[in-house]
């Protein structure tokens, strides 16, 4: 064997042996995470074993996870929602394919966290609600001419082709000036819904504890139309995040203008 020979047999064996290293080492990672306990305040070995796993699923789906303090923080990459301990307290944070989003939900404003600090998010796919004001403007008629019969409508965005879709759901019984009831839509592919309309007929746009009670647990920006048969019709909407629900202000000029 000369030495050009035996220079290329030492290169695939060392290429063989790289590429063995590397799949160890992404086998053993793989492995160290599954096994890698998690972090509930529990006597594992002591606890009943159907509990824990319940504990345990409740985790995996809501985990909790420290705020880097040096290191760069590494926000939720796929859709879901965990806990954030941060310097100031305990922050929401949840990812949608059409938002990302942080919240401060308790300040820990004398006991010491050493932690990292987080800031606020609110980033939207869409850019902003007005991006949607053609879809609205189209819901904004359908509102005013059912009224005072209330209407409903759901903003799709598709955040693949970067464009939005109205669809109006199939309505349960019989809608009336107080009250409608409807199946959601069904949701395209690459679609998720954004912003979910309804409207208040001849009443003032507001949310209703009924309107609470239907947003609780969802992630969606919410919007009633109301004063349909005035000249001056009134819009609310809010974003609901798992049971929060923040203002935004919206002038109804631009809906009805």
Not at 41 to 70: G, K, M, S
Not at 128 to 141: D, H, R, T, Y
Not at 158 to 168: E, G, K, P, V
Request: aromatic share 8%.
């Amino acid at each position: 064997m000369d030495k050009q020979e035996f220079k290329d047999k030492f290169d695939e064996l060392l290429s063989i042996t790289r590429g063995s290293f590397e799949t160890f080492l992404a086998t053993a990672e793989t492995v160290l995470r599954e096994q890698r306990p998690l972090p509930l305040a529990v006597d594992e070995a002591n606890a009943p074993a159907d509990l824990l796993q319940l504990d345990q699923a409740l985790l995996a789906a809501a985990p909790i996870a420290a705020v880097p303090r040096h290191a760069p923080f590494y926000p939720l990459q796929e859709s879901g929602h965990r806990f954030l301990l941060a310097a100031d307290g305990l922050h929401l944070e949840v990812r949608r394919p059409w938002l990302h989003f942080i919240h401060r939900l308790a300040e820990s404003p004398n006991v010491a966290i050493p932690y990292g600090a987080l800031e606020k998010k609110c980033t939207l796919d869409f850019g902003s609600i007005g991006s949607a004001l053609p879809q609205m403007k189209e819901f904004a008629a359908k509102a005013k001419a059912d009224a005072p019969i209330e209407a409903a409508a759901s903003l799709l965005w598709n955040h693949a082709a970067r464009t939005w879709r109205i669809a109006y759901p199939e309505v349960i019984g019989e809608a009336s000036a107080s009250r409608i009831q409807y199946h959601q839509v069904e949701v395209g592919e690459n679609e998720s819904l954004a912003i979910d309309l309804h409207s208040h007929g001849h009443l003032v746009a507001f949310f209703s504890d009924t309107d609470d009670a239907d947003d609780r647990g969802a992630v969606k920006i919410s919007a009633v139309f109301g004063n349909l048969n005035t000249d001056k019709p009134t819009v609310a909407f809010r974003m609901c995040v798992l049971g929060l629900y923040i203002p935004i202000p919206v002038p109804a000029e631009k809906v009805y203008g």
